[in-house]
């Protein structure tokens, strides 16, 4: 099998000859650049340009000599796009170390600390000195609420936020012209290619308004105003179904996976009832997910942080594919017990390897043995990619990124 077919095979729920491996497919399956500093130091590499394409995580472009060494099988559809040396400026990380951002990315030093903003000037996030990441500082319906909201110019505050105003390469392309740059970028992609190519597209329904009214408003919002929570979905599925119908015209040829985005679940369970999802979230998670299906060859993964096995059962019936990051340390998460009960039904794309405890702290003999204890659980019969449990952060010590994908690779 090449790349793409080992990792649909594995997405259909069948056995592929190895085990499907993604590094850096999506913004929630790559590794901080200063970390991945240290990474191609530690593998004798030649030296390149350390290009961070996700400016709010500080999450750097992969490149193919990397993932060639890990035999990695997903790319993101990004990585057709800033191929030209001119598309980045120069920048520093945190620690010191040189790189490169995209040139469209809008900073600002003020004292020691770094600002991110729109082109017009309205401020996104703050990186004080010290700290590893961009924080939200604006919340631009904080102060109106929800209550009384008519939800008139939700289109326009949308890019307001620190995650969807800052996007990362490819998304700063307009896909209003079906045959233009956006698809030109991805068809590039996928014809020198033969890895699985994810298109990440966000359809947030959860977590956009979080951004927009502050998180702790919106949950109180699901309490006080159903009616505003439901009609709220209701717009934000309006603005993405149409969006969506015109950046599928122009990538949906060369993707291979839709990549949606709601992280619905804490350490201890998910964050609202089953029945709250259901009410709030599930028809139209249905009507993105499915529709998505019927203009492109594609499937559905969606990003879900923390503790969601409740919601599983739903979101299945919703139209979902596969899940990400799998994160094992929550309660309800036990990677046995999610391949027993719905190994049948959806792929498993993450859980590979322990990130909050094993990958930044054990050994390298602790990393490998972990690793091959995940992947025996969860890749007999297909239904599962291998993937770290989220972003491998800048903490982690390169011996230990060694250890898991060579114990990846060899299971």
Not at 30 to 46: Q, S
Not at 158 to 166: A, D, K, N, Q, V
Not at 282 to 296: D, G, I, N, S, V
Request: proline share 5%.
């Amino acid at each position: 099998m090449n790349s793409r077919e080992r990792v649909l095979t594995a997405l259909n729920r069948k056995q592929p000859d190895k085990v499907a491996v993604d590094f850096s497919g999506h913004r929630s399956s790559g590794i901080a650049a200063i970390a991945y500093a240290r990474l191609r130091r530690h593998l004798g590499l030649l030296e390149r340009p350390i290009r961070v394409y996700d400016m709010v995580q500080q999450l750097a472009i992969v490149d193919e000599d990397v993932l060639d060494l890990f035999g990695v099988d997903v790319v993101e559809m990004g990585r057709g796009f800033l191929t030209e040396d001119r598309q980045w400026k120069d920048w520093v990380l945190p620690d010191g170390t040189p790189c490169q951002v995209p040139y469209y990315i809008n900073l600002e030093k003020r004292g020691e600390d770094w600002y991110l903003l729109t082109d017009s000037g309205f401020e996104l996030g703050v990186q004080k000195k010290g700290v590893l990441y961009f924080e939200q500082t604006a919340w631009p319906l904080a102060e109106r609420g929800i209550a009384d909201d008519d939800f008139s110019d939700l289109e326009e505050v949308l890019g307001r936020t620190i995650w969807s105003g800052t996007p990362h390469p490819g998304a700063h392309i307009s896909p209003d012209d079906p045959e233009g740059e956006l698809a030109l970028g991805a068809r590039r992609l996928r014809d020198r290619t033969d890895r699985a190519i994810v298109g990440l597209f966000g359809g947030n329904l959860f977590e956009l308004p979080q951004w927009l009214y502050r998180m702790d408003n919106y949950l109180m919002y699901m309490g006080l105003y159903p009616k505003q929570v439901i009609r709220l979905s209701e717009a934000l599925c309006a603005i993405y179904m149409k969006n969506m119908e015109k950046w599928l015209a122009a990538v949906g040829p060369y993707i291979d996976v839709i990549l949606f985005g709601d992280d619905l679940g804490g350490q201890n369970g998910p964050l609202m009832s089953p029945e709250m999802y259901r009410r709030y979230y599930k028809p139209y998670h249905q009507r993105m997910w499915m529709r998505a299906k019927e203009l492109a060859d594609v499937k559905v993964q969606l990003h879900c942080c923390g503790g969601v096995r409740q919601l599983l059962p739903d979101l299945i019936d919703a139209g979902l594919d596969a899940i990400n990051p799998v994160q094992i340390t929550c309660k309800g998460m036990d990677a046995a017990g999610l391949k027993r009960d719905f190994g049948e039904q959806m792929t498993f794309w993450g859980g590979g390897c322990d990130t909050r405890e094993v990958l930044g702290n054990g050994t390298p003999a602790q990393v490998r043995e972990h690793v091959k204890r995940q992947v025996e659980i969860l890749a007999p019969g297909g239904g599962f990619v291998f993937q770290q449990v989220h972003n491998i952060l800048a903490n982690v010590p390169p011996e230990n990124i060694v250890a898991m994908f060579n114990a990846a690779t060899e299971a």
